[in-house]
C-alpha cells in the first residue's frame, strides 16, 4: 500500500469489500478451545456492543477460523470515543472461560456446598416452575423476588417477573446511582451529562474518573486536564490515579464534601458570583438559599473538611470565573454516606447558581434519538404492594428499582409479608449487599433460588438451579438507545454460536414462562423484537446499517441551549430548576441540605473506604484471567503512620474487623491515603470454587461493611463501616 | 512504484496514561500473548510523602532500536530488523538461546515456553502492513501512543518530536530507541 495508515474508516470499508483476506495465521492458547470452533474458514467482523460494564462501548469482534480472536473499538460510537479498555478486551475470555457454566445445574448438596448435577433444560425449567407454582399456591405471587441488574436482556426478566405477578422487582441503583439520580430529578427534573470536553473546571468529590471508567468522561477529561486546557481539583481521602492527575488534590475527612459544596454556595452568594440572570429566569428559591447558607462559612468548612478556608475561597472563585465552563461533577456509585442524597443535591444547586445548564462546558440534559418498541401482550398490574414498603419509606424512590437493603431487613422480619422465592438475573447479592452474613439469613429462608448468569457467582452457587447464559460475543440483543450529549444507538448482535449448551435470556425466561402458563406474553423472538425497534430508527435501511455498523449516531455537533428559553417547563413541580424544593420538604426531609457531621472513627478504628480500578469494576472481572493477571489477591491500604503504631508490617497479614464479619487480608501500607482511613479493593474473596482465581483468595468487601442507607434515595452507604486492624 | 523510505516509530505522551491496561490486554489478544508474559507493560513510579504525592506511569514494549543489540548478538540471525525499523523475529530461525533476552537494555523480550523461541513487540506489523496502528495504540482510552512514520513529515509524530520536548530511555547504550516519550 502507498500510505502508511489508512484511515480507519477507510480501512473498514477496505475490510468489509475484502472479507476475509485480512486474516493471519496465529499459534496460540485458543487452540485450547477447538470446541469452540465453528470453521476453520470463517474469517468475519462482526459489529457488536461490549457487555463488560454499563458503558456499552461499540466494538468490532474479529472471528478468526472461527474463534473470536480480538475486539477492536469502533469509531463510529462517539460516545465510546475509538477506545475499549481492558475489561473491553478481555470480553474474548469470556467466552473460553473453563470456569463459565456450561449447563444447566441443580443443586444436590447442601446449598452452598457446591454439589451439582447437571441436567437438561427441560429438567431445570421444569424443577424451577414447579418451586415458583408452590410458593405463588401458598403464599401469594408476591411471595418471589426479582433481582437483577442492567443490561440488554433484563427486561425480559423483569417482565417475567411482573407477568409472574409480583410487584418485588430489585434492580441495583440502591446499590449504586440511586442517590446521584434523585438528587438531580429533585433539581433539575433530570438527570444530565456533564461535558467534560470542553469545560474548563472541574470538581469531582471522590468520582475516581480515571480508574472508574466512564464513556465518553474518562477520555474527554484526561484529554483537557492533560493538555492545560481544564483544571481539575479533586477530593478524596485516597490518592487514586485521579487525584495524581488533578490539578490540586484534597485528601478530604471522609463525609464532609457536602460541607464543601455548601462554603462554596456561601463564598460564590456572598460574593454576588452567581449567574444572576440564569437564576432569576430559570430556578426557584434563591432567597431560601441565600439565607440558609450564611451559616456555611469556609472558615467552619474548614474545620469539618481539613481543606483550608482559602483554598476553598480561591477554588468557589476560580469555579464561579470558569462558569458557565465548570463542573461540580455528579459521578456513578454515588453509595458511599447516609447523607449521599443531600450532598448530590448542594452539588445541583451550586451548578446551577453558577448557570452552567445547558451550555458547552457545562451540564447538558441528554439527548435522545427514537427507536421503536416492540409491542407484547400486557399482563395486570400485580396486586401487592412492594415488600420494602418503598411508598412509606422512601416515596421519592424509583419504584421500579426498589430498595435493596430495606427490602432484605423486609424479607428477614418477614414483614409485611413472607417472601420464599428468589430469581437472580446477572447479579450477585452475596458480594453488591453489605453485610454478607445477613444475605446468607436471606438465602436461608428461601424454598427456592435461581440464578441466570454466565457463571458462577456466589449467588449461583447458593442456588437452587442454575441457568447458564450465553455471554455478548454468543447473543443477539435488544437495540439500545444511548442517551447523552453524543447520543447513540447500539445493536448486539451475535458474533459466534454459543460453544456450551448456554441459551440467551429470552429464551431462559421463555422456558419458565411456558411452564408457569405465560406463554403468551413472551410469543416473540428476538429477531422480531429487534425488527420493530429498527423500524422507527430515522435512517434509510436500518436494519442493514445497524448489523452492518453495530451502532447509529446522528450527525453533526451535540447542541445546547435547547432548554434555555423561559417557556421551558423543568418536569419539577415548579417547572423551575428548584434550588429550595417543596417536594422534599413535604415528603418530610430537607428543603435545602443541611449539614451534619459525620461520627468520626473511634480511637482504635478506621473508616472503611472502597473504591475501583480500571481493570476490575464489576464482581466477575477479577475471575477473567487476562485481567486476574493485573492483581491477584486484593489487599488493605493503610497510611504508614497507623502502621506503625500498630506494628503492621507491609505485605503481612492483617484482620480486617468489623461489627458485622471479619477477613483476613496482605497490607500494603501506602502514603496514598488518610491516616484515618483503610482502603480495600471490591470483587476478591469468592465462595464460588467455580470462580477459580479468587475463590477465597483476598476478602470480599460485603463480609465487613454495615448496613446503612441514604435517608432520601435508600441508597445504600458503603463508606458507614468502622474497622479494627490487627495482626493475623 | 518507488518504495519510499519509511521509519516508523511510537511517540508516548505519559502523563495521559491512566494505567488502564486496554494496551497490555489488547496485545494479549492480538498477538497471542501468553498468561504471565507481556509484550508491552506499563511501569509506575511512586513518590512522596502523605499528603505530598505523585505517581507517574509510562507504557513501555521494545523500543524498534536503529542499531538494536538484540539482533548484534542473535547466533543465528533470527532477529533482523525490517527497513521501515520494525525488529522481528524470524521464529523457524531462532534456537532459544536468549542471549537477545540479556541483551536487550529494556527487557523487552521473553521465552515462549510453548514453542521455545524469544518473542517480544512486532509493533504489530501484520496491522502495519494492512494500513491500520498497532493494537496498542488503537484501544488507548486516552490515545497515549502516536504511532507513524518518521520520514513523514506531514506525520504526526514527526510534527511532535519537531515542536515538543522528549526523552528516549537509555541512550547511552547506543541502541538508538525509537519509543519517544514527551516531557
Redesign the interface.
Known sequence: MGTTRMDRRLFLKAAGATAGAVATVQVGCLKYFKKGRSSAADNREVPTTCELCPNKCSAIAVVEGGFVKKLNPNPENPKSRDMLCARGNAAIKQVYDPDRLKQPMIRVGARGEGKWKPVSWDEAFDFAAKKLSEVKEKHGPEASLWSSTEGFQEVFFKNLGLAFGSPNLVRHPTLCLASVNLAYSATFGTVPSFDLLNSKFVIMSGANRFESIITPDTMDLIGSVMERKAKLVYLDPRFTVTAAKADEWYPIKPGTDLAFILAMIHVIIKENRHSKDFVTAYTTGFDQLTEHVKQYTPEWAEKETEIPAADIVRIAREFSDAAPRALYYAGRRSSWYQNDFQMRRAQAILNAIVGNWDQLGGMVPNAKLPKGEFLFMPWDEPKAARVDEIEKHFPLAAKGDGVYLKLRENVLSGKPYPVKAWMVYKQDPMNAMPDQAKTLKMIEQMDFIGVIDIHMSDMAWYADVVFPESTYLERTDPVEVMPGIWPAVVYRQQVVKPIHDTKPNLEIVQGLAKRLGLSDYFDYTIEQWVEAEFKELPIPMAADHMKKHGVWAASGQPSFGKTLNPDHRFVTKTGKIELFSERLQEAGYDALPVYSAPVPPPNDRFRLILGRVGYFTHGNQSNNVWLNEFMKENDLWINPKPAERLGIKDGAYVNVTSSVGSVKLKVRVTEEIRPDCVFMLHGFGKKSKMQSLVYNVGASDAVILETAWDKVSGNAAFHETFVKVANA | ?AM?K?R?ALVI?S??C?????C???C?????????NFRNWINED?Q????K?????EPEQCHHCESPSCARVCPTGATWQRKDGIVLVNYDECIGCRYCMIACPYDARYFHE??GTVHKCTLCN?R??????P?CV??????VRI???LE?PA?RIHELLATRRYHVKEPQTGNGPQLYYLL
Request: proline share 5%.
Open positions: 512504484m519510499k519509511r516508523y505522551d502523563r495521559k491512566i494505567n488502564c491496561k486496554a497490555v490486554v489488547a494479549k489478544a492480538e498477538n497471542d500473548v501468553p498468561v504471565g511512586r512522596g510523602e502523605y499528603p504525592l505523585r505517581i507517574d506511569f510453548e514453542s501484520h502495519v502492513d494492512r494500513g491500520d496502528v493494537a488503537e484501544t488507548c482510552p486516552s490515545k504511532f507513524g512514520d513523514d506525520s
